[in-house]
């Protein structure tokens, strides 16, 4: 009797075992472009900003592929299986798209730094770009010339809301009265009226604002990356169960160097700005 159970309960383990296998398999074929977990099946449902900007995509053209972050969302498609014309960009702000509960979109893409308090409200997939802090000022700006954060400290800052420029102004520099603006041109035009002294960008935002936005501005440093800052990373709706997928198809991207090209022809930085570390 006792060996009865005992030959049961391996052929048991057995097909526990084999369903579990089948079960994987089932899994590795949903992996499809007709996957039922996407926002719409048989189409890469796509967020970034309303309007876009380069160097991050050009022309305010998400589906014209030219920029650094529309670049790598088509890479990336091509390599889930997507066709080009089966990638759909939605629009959003920026604070909509970090803001928690159901999203219009399969993930996002709008340099979007991964951050503690963002992940306890939405899934980030990994890391794919780390960029640097830029401070932006008109000449005559009190933070010219600027050696360390004191200099920096007492000048009258902007930032957009929600960005992680605004939690470097409070957390890291500990500016107490930091200008909050809805988006990045609601920040030139406070600097532009005098209203400001500077801002804070992630380095390539800012190599185009000085030289397109605003030109009569300039990068006058750098500053390091806080620790809290991850990099930027898509974002999905909390507990999406395609960041697996997503993020298995990222990792072969990045494998293949296609984000290094993509930062080398679009995101270039200036060797000679200099680093504010304290």
């Known amino acids: 009797m006792n060996e009865s159970i005992v030959k049961l309960g391996k052929i048991g383990a057995a097909a526990l075992f084999s369903l579990t296998l089948a079960g994987a398999a089932v899994m590795a074929d949903e992996r499809t472009t007709n996957d039922p977990r996407l926002v719409t099946p048989g ?13 991050w995509m050009l022309n305010n053209d998400p589906a014209g592929g030219e920029g650094f972050e529309n670049g790598l969302i088509y890479a990336l498609a091509e390599e889930m299986g997507f066709a080009r014309e089966d990638v759909v960009w939605v629009g959003n702000t920026f604070d909509q798209t970090i803001a928690p509960g159901p999203k219009d979109f399969d993930f996002a893409i709008q340099q979007i730094s991964v951050t503690e308090a963002r992940a306890e409200v939405v899934t980030f997939s990994q890391v794919y770009f780390q960029p ?22 007492n000048a009258r800052w902007g930032a957009v809301i929600g960005t992680t420029d605004l939690a470097y ?37 800012a ?7 605003i030109p009569e501005a300039g990068i006058v440093a750098m500053l390091p990356a806080d620790e809290n800052d991850r990099g930027h990373g898509l974002l999905f709706e909390y507990g999406n169960p395609l960041v697996e997928w997503v993020d298995d198809a990222l990792s072969s991207v990045i494998e293949r160097g296609v984000v290094a090209d993509l930062q080398s ?14």
């Open 43 to 55: 189409k890469l449902t796509v967020g970034t900003g309303d309007p876009v900007y380069p160097p």
């Open 207 to 213: 190599l185009f604002a000085t030289a397109v936005q």
């Open 169 to 205: 102004l409070e957390n890291i520099l500990d500016v107490q009265e930091a200008a909050v603006y809805d988006d990045q041109i609601g920040v030139f035009q406070a600097m532009q009226a005098g209203q400001i002294d500077a801002t804070l960008a992630a380095l390539p935002t």
């Open 132 to 153: 640097e802090k830029a401070v932006i000022a008109l000449p005559g700006s009190p933070v010219e010339g600027a050696t360390s954060f004191d200099d920096l400290r």
């Open 265 to 278: 022809q679009y995101l270039v930085a200036d060797p000679d700005l200099q680093m504010i570390t304290e």
